[in-house]
Nanobody, 124 residues
Framework: QVQLVESGGGLVQAGGSLRLSCAAS????????IGWFRQAPGKEREFVSR????????YYADSVNGRFTISRDNAKNTVYLQMNSLNPEDTAVYYC?????????????????WGQGTQVTVSS
């Protein structure tokens, strides 16, 4: 079955960096767009970034644009989210999600498969 596993979360001070990974199995990875979402306590899950199947198209939420970079390695079935200049507002559980196609895909309902999430905590 399809499995998405996030890793790389942790505790970091404001201004620091983390790199999240999303490892996929059970699907033809190179056919799927991958999105990153996050959910802070008491808030709805929100779009962070998305990359298309070949890595040539990426979108970012305004709140992370210029600080976060999404990339993928189809040979390793893995998508990465490099997060720089982190601030306490970035604290959340981060999820990766997958779907076929090449659209913008910024809604949670756009995605078929989801990982379990990884916690990112940014201290001030």
């Amino acid at each position: 079955q399809v499995q998405l596993v996030e890793s790389g979360g942790g505790l970091v001070q404001a201004g620091g960096s983390l790199r999240l990974s999303c490892a996929a199995s059970g699907l033809t990875f190179s056919s799927y767009a991958i999105g990153w979402f996050r959910q802070a306590p008491g808030k709805e899950r929100e779009f962070v970034s998305r990359i298309n199947w070949n890595g040539l198209s990426a979108y970012y939420a305004d709140s992370v644009n210029g600080r976060f970079t999404i990339s993928r390695d189809n040979a390793k079935n893995t998508v990465y989210l490099q997060m720089n200049s982190l601030n306490p507002e970035d604290t959340a559980v981060y999820y990766c999600a997958a779907r076929m196609g090449s659209g913008y895909y910024y809604r949670t309902a756009d995605y078929r498969y989801w990982g379990q999430g990884t916690q990112v905590t940014v201290s001030s």
